[in-house]
C-alpha cells in the first residue's frame, strides 16, 4: 500500500507547480489507529516551495486523491492537524491482502527491489586465536540477520568470513602454543621446566613456561593443542624449528571449533559462509604491497621516521595514518585496503562489513584510501555495532580472550538452553539433564542467544540478561514470540478436530471485529517492514515489528474465538490465524534465524 500510495501522491504532485524536482513523498504508520493507517506530511515540507500553508496544501492535495485513489483499496483520505494527510484502507484491501498472505506462503514478504544486483556480507571474520566469544556472537548473527534481509530484497547474496591468519595475534597465539609444547616435552623427559609469572585476569598471578609471550593466551585450549602436537609428533618438533608448525597447529584447530561453533547458532545447519577468504593470501600474491604502490603513486603515501604512512589528514582525518611500521610490519589497515579492494574487483553491487564498535577509527581510512584508488566507496556499507555485557544476577561478568576468564559462545548456549529445558510446562517439576539431548539444548539455546543479540539495535550497548534468558516462560522475549505460533498451530489442529476446515473460498467480509482488522492491518505491513530493515542494515526492526504481530494476535484471541463459532465465521477466523502464522514463521525462521515450534 506504501507503494500505490506513494505512486498516487507523485502522479498527483506531477500536476502542480512548484513542486521541487526528485521530490519523494514520505509515508508512514501513525502511532495513533485514529489517525488513520498511512499518513504523510508531504504538504508541510510543499507549503514553502508552493507558497500557501501546510494546511491549504494538503487540502487541495487531499481532494485530488480522492478523486485518483482506487476506492477498493483506500477508504477515506482526510487532512487533519497543521496539514496532515492520514489515509484508511479499505475492507476489500484487506480481504485481498490477506488472500495474498495466503497464496504467498513462505514468499511473503520478499521484494524483487534488488533482482538482478550482487551484495557481499562480510561478518564474524574473527582472528582463530580463541573460541568465539559472546562478542563474536552478536556480529555472527546480526551478519547472518543481514545477509538474510539482503536476500529478501531480490540481492544475490554472498556470505563471507575474513580469516586473518597473517597477523601479529596469530604469532602471539603460536608462540604460546609453543611455549606449553615445549614445557610439556620437558615434564616427559624429566627435565625441569623454567617458569615466571604473569597477571591473571583478577590481577593474580598466574604460572607460565618462561618462553612464555608477556601477551600471550592463558586458556586452558593453548595446552590442549600442544597437548595434541606432543601425542602426534612426541618431542620431535625441536626449538630451532620455529613457532609456525604450532600456529598451524592451533589455526587448524581452532578454525575447526569455530565452524563447529557456529554450525548450531541457527536453523537449518546454523550460520554456514559461503567462502573463506585467508588474509595470507593478499601477502602470497602481492596484492597488499600493490595496494601501497598505486596509493604512493596517487601522492598519498610518504615514508617518515623509517614507517610509511598515509596523508590522511587530506581525507578529513585530523593525524596522518602508519600504513607500515619501522619494523616493516603493515598495520591492520593496509590488508583491509587490500582486501576490499579485491571485494571491487569481483564485481558486487553491494558490500556490507559488520564490525565492532573497535572499528570506528579505522574504517573511515579503509573507505578513504578505496576511493584514492578509484573506487566508489557508496558501494561499502558499515554496520557496527556496541559491545555485549553478560549480566548474571544484576553484576556484570568480566571477560578477556588472553587471560582466559571469558564466556565462549557455546557456554552461553548450552547454559541458557539446559536451564529453559529443565522446567516442565505441564508438571512445573524439574528435568534431569540425562532427559535432554544435545540437540535440544543447541536448540533452545541457540534460538534464545539469537534473538537477544538480535533484539536491540546494533548501536545500543547490549545487556544480555541471563536470568531473564533462563526464563522458560513468555516473560523471556523469544518464547512470546514462539509461544504465538505454537498457539496457533493448536488452535488450527483443533479447528480440524471439530471440522473447522480451510475453504477455497472462505467469506473474509465476516472480518469485520476491530481486533480482526487491527492484526490484518499488521499482517499487512511485514514486507514494508522487511525492505525497512534491509535498507537499514537493522535486524531489530523486524524482531520488533513480530513482537507487534504477537501482541495484535494476542488481542485477537481473547476477543474472537474460532471453536465453537458459526462456520463461515470460524473458517475466515482460522485463515486469519493461519495468515499471522506465515509472517511469525517468517521472519522468525527465514529471517532472524530463530525456529517456529508447532509445539513447546
Known amino acids: 500500500m506504501k507503494d500505490y500510495l506513494a505512486a498516487r501522491l507523485r502522479a498527483v504532485l506531477s500536476d502542480l507547480k512548484g513542486v521541487p524536482d526528485g521530490f519523494e513523498p514520505e509515508l508512514e504508520t501513525p502511532a495513533a489507529p485514529e489517525h488513520g493507517d498511512l499518513a504523510t506530511n508531504t504538504a508541510l515540507r510543499l507549503a514553502g516551495p508552493l507558497g500557501d500553508s501546510p494546511r491549504a496544501v494538503a487540502e487541495d492535495l487531499a481532494e485530488r486523491l480522492r478523486a485518483d485513489v482506487d476506492p477498493e483499496r483506500v477508504a477515506s483520505v482526510e487532512v487533519a492537524g497543521p496539514g496532515f494527510i492520514n489515509f484508511r484502507f479499505a475492507e476489500m484491501h484487506l480481504q485481498r491482502g490477506l488472500e495474498e498472505i495466503l497464496a504467498a506462503g513462505s514468499g511473503y514478504g520478499r521484494t524483487d527491489d534488488h533482482a538482478g544486483e550482487t551484495a557481499l556480507v562480510e561478518y564474524v571474520s574473527a582472528n582463530p586465536t580463541g573460541p568465539l566469544t559472546v562478542g563474536h556472537g552478536r556480529n555472527a548473527v546480526l551478519g547472518d540477520a543481514i545477509a538474510n534481509l539482503l536476500a529478501h530484497t531480490g540481492y544475490d547474496v554472498t556470505r563471507e568470513y575474513y580469516f586473518n591468519d597473517a597477523g601479529r595475534q596469530m604469532r602471539v597465539l603460536g608462540q604460546s602454543v609453543k611455549a606449553r609444547y615445549e614445557a610439556l616435552a620437558a615434564e616427559t623427559r624429566g627435565e625441569p621446566a623454567p617458569t615466571k609469572t604473569l597477571d591473571g585476569a583478577e590481577g593474580e598471578s598466574v604460572e607460565v613456561p618462561a618462553s612464555f609471550p608477556d601477551e600471550g593466551y592463558q586458556g586452558a585450549y593453548v595446552t590442549d593443542i600442544a597437548r595434541a602436537l606432543f601425542d602426534e609428533h612426541g618431542d620431535a618438533l625441536p626449538s630451532e624449528e620455529g613457532v609456525e608448525p604450532f600456529q598451524k597447529k592451533a589455526e587448524e584447530v581452532l578454525f575447526a571449533e569455530i565452524e563447529q561453533t557456529l554450525g548450531r547458532l541457527g536453523v537449518d545447519g546454523g550460520i554456514r559462509m559461503d567462502s573463506f577468504f585467508n588474509e595470507q593470501t593478499l601477502y602470497d600474491d602481492g596484492r597488499v604491497w600493490e595496494v601501497l604502490d598505486a596509493l604512493r603513486e596517487a601522492g598519498y603515501v610518504y615514508d617518515e621516521e623509517g614507517a610509511t604512512w598515509m596523508e590522511t589528514t587530506r581525507t578529513g582525518k585530523e593525524k596522518d595514518t602508519v600504513l607500515v611500521k619501522s619494523s616493516g610490519e603493515p598495520t591492520y589497515r593496509l590488508p583491509d585496503i587490500a582486501y576490499h579492494a579485491d571485494k571491487f574487483e569481483r564485481g558486487f553491487d553491494r558490500m556490507v562489513d559488520v564490525f565492532g564498535a573497535d572499528h570506528i577509527a579505522t574504517y573511515p581510512d579503509v573507505l578513504s584510501a578505496l576511493e584514492i584508488l578509484g573506487y566508489d566507496?557508496?558501494?561499502?556499507?558499515?554496520?557496527?555495532?556496541?559491545?555485549?555485557?553478560?549480566?548474571?544476577?544484576?553484576?556484570?561478568?568480566?571477560?578477556?580472550?588472553?587471560?582466559?576468564?571469558?564466556?565462549?559462545?557455546?557456554?552461553?548456549?548450552?547454559?541458557?538452553?539446559?536451564?529453559?529445558?529443565?522446567?516442565?510446562?505441564?508438571?512445573?517439576?524439574?528435568?534431569?539433564?540425562?532427559?535432554?539431548?544435545?540437540?535440544?539444548?543447541?536448540?533452545?539455546?541457540?534460538?534464545?542467544?539469537?534473538?537477544f543479540f538480535l533484539m536491540r539495535s546494533p548501536s545500543s550497548h547490549l545487556e544480555f540478561d541471563l536470568d531473564l534468558a533462563k526464563e522458560a516462560s513468555d516473560k523471556n522475549p523469544v518464547y512470546y514470540l514462539q509461544y504465538a505460533h505454537t498457539r496457533i498451530a493448536s488452535i488450527l489442529r483443533k479447528a480440524d478436530e471439530v471440522g473447522v476446515a480451510f475453504s477455497d473460498a472462505p467469506d473474509l467480509s465476516l472480518l469485520t471485529h476491530e481486533a480482526e482488522q487491527a492484526l490484518i492491518k499488521e499482517l499487512l505491513r511485514f514486507p514494508d517492514a522487511v525492505r525497512q530493515a534491509a535498507d537499514a542494515r537493522e535486524p531489530h526492526r523486524v524482531a520488533t515489528y513480530l513482537r507487534d504481530v504477537a501482541q495484535a494476535f494476542t488481542q485477537f484471541y481473547a476477543h474472537c474465538h474460532i471453536i465453537g463459532e458459526e462456520r463461515d465465521l470460524a473458517t475466515a477466523r482460522m485463515h486469519l490465524a493461519k495468515a499471522t502464522q506465515v509472517v511469525l514463521r517468517n521472519g522468525l525462521v527465514d529471517i532472524l534465524g530463530i525456529s517456529a515450534p508447532e509445539r513447546m
Open 377 to 451: 566507496p557508496g558501494k561499502v556499507d558499515v554496520s557496527i555495532y556496541q559491545f555485549v555485557t553478560l549480566v548474571r544476577g544484576g553484576e556484570p561478568v568480566k571477560m578477556s580472550t588472553r587471560r582466559a576468564t571469558y564466556v565462549t559462545l557455546d557456554d552461553l548456549i548450552d547454559e541458557v538452553g539446559r536451564a529453559v529445558l529443565r522446567v516442565d510446562d505441564a508438571s512445573g517439576e524439574d528435568v534431569s539433564d540425562e532427559e535432554i539431548s544435545d540437540e535440544e539444548i543447541t536448540r533452545a539455546g541457540a534460538d534464545i542467544v539469537r534473538f
